[in-house]
Nanobody
């Protein structure tokens, strides 16, 4: 059973920083793209940052220049470094990964973490 476990959320003042981590565990063959999404209260879930297995990244316009996504393939972990946080960054942040379960199964399956709360407030 594959699980994505997030950590690193919390309460931070405007202008502060947080680093989120998400580790994939369980039995699987490989991980393709990984990413972070967020959902603020009363809003739809939106893409924050995305990173391919080769390290190519893309970001939502609202976080460009402030957030950095990275991954450690040896640890099956994706990170989100969030700097210069703003109150509008307050949301539940979810990790996402496209995971191939077995070498004979060419399909990638979509997995989600349980979410971690990030609150930016003075």
């Amino acid at each position: 059973q594959v699980q994505l476990v997030e950590s690193g959320g919390g309460l931070v003042q405007p202008g502060g920083s947080l680093r989120l981590s998400c580790a994939a565990s369980g039995s699987f063959f490989s991980i393709n793209a990984m990413g972070w999404y967020r959902q603020a209260l009363g809003k739809e879930r939106e893409l924050v940052a995305h990173i391919t297995s080769g390290g190519s990244t893309n970001y939502a316009d609202s976080v460009k220049g402030r957030f950095t996504v990275s991954r450690d393939n040896a640890k099956n972990t994706v990170y989100l470094q969030m700097n210069t946080l703003k109150p509008e960054d307050t949301a539940v942040y979810y990790c996402n990964a496209d995971i191939r379960l077995a070498p004979w199964d060419g399909q990638y399956y979509d997995y989600w973490g349980q979410g971690t709360q990030v609150t930016v407030s003075s």
